[in-house]
């Protein structure tokens, strides 16, 4: 157990390098992703206040998260390591807004969620958040390339500029000499690449990512790790990694735990 680590956000680290044209042209092209009239906490990019979640269990409710406090900033890197059963993917899912909590508020980019219609959850989502699993969930008859082109299809971008930032990207997480091949043909740490190149994009504020490394061997790990480290400090992005792996959790800016339900300091 390594010593006590806050569970409050660290400070912002500016970038080292510019981040990838293709994330600074998203950025910019995205549409405005709230309403005005609705406040934002600044300076925040993941928010989690008070998350409760339980399900019925037989007679009886199963309380699997407890009030759960969490921020992280622009920019920021947080590892949770926690036991199978613990809450882990319930706490991705209402963080991602795939889940309504029982109780609590969930802000993306200072941006209150709980209580948007379905419709604006959908919205925000799809702008403002990307998700990268253990399995890389690829289209398999689609390829590389036409795997990170088709989220900015769906969000408006035209067939070129897609595919511009698709392979600068793509390059710049050294994987554009695959750009062709489908995922079948590619090696596991190259798919990895393309769904995280896959799930930055449309340049979100939020990225979450359930075990990204978890099918990998130790090396390929280490490279997608890296990869993933590298694009969530150029563009700025808050990355929220669920993982065993207690080495690159120690890579990470903070690492956390779920205990009963709450989370704390790993």
């Known amino acids: 157990m390594s010593d ?20 600074r042209a998203a950025a910019k092209a995205a549409p405005a992703r709230a309403p005005a009239k609705l406040r934002r906490v600044a300076n925040e990019a993941l928010g989690l206040s008070g998350i409760e979640r339980r399900y019925k269990e037989g007679n009886g409710t199963l309380e699997v998260l407890r009030g759960v406090d969490l921020t992280i900033a622009p920019g920021e890197i947080v590892a949770l390591v926690a036991p199978s059963g613990a809450g882990k993917s319930t706490l991705l899912h209402i963080a991602g807004l795939l889940e309504r909590p029982d109780a609590g508020e969930v802000r993306i980019g200072g941006l209150p969620c709980v209580d948007l219609p379905d419709a604006e959850r959908t919205r925000i989502r799809r702008l403002s958040i990307g998700f990268v699993y253990q399995f890389h969930h690829l289209l398999p008859d689609f390829t590389a390339l036409e ?35 489908r995922p079948a043909e590619l090696s596991g740490g190259e798919r990895q690449r393309v769904a995280i190149a896959r799930a930055v994009v449309n340049a979100p ?7 990204p ?13 890296s990869a993933l480290g590298a694009l969530v400090r150029a563009s700025g992005l808050a990355a929220l990694i669920v993982t065993h792996n207690l080495e690159l959790a120690h890579r990470m800016d903070r690492r956390l735990t779920l205990v009963d339900g709450r989370i704390t300091a790993f």
């Open 147 to 181: 795997n990170v082109v088709m989220p900015q299809r769906l969000a408006g971008l035209s067939k070129k500029e897609a595919e511009r930032r698709a392979r600068e990207l793509l390059g710049y997480l050294k994987i554009d000499q695959r750009a062709g091949h």
């Open 4 to 23: 006590p680590v806050s569970t409050q956000p660290a400070e912002a680290t500016d970038a080292n390098g510019a981040p990838a044209g293709a994330l």
């Open 213 to 225: 490394t978890g099918n990998l061997d130790p090396k390929t790990a280490d490279h997608v790790f």
């Open 205 to 211: 504020r939020v990225l979450l990512a359930d075990e």
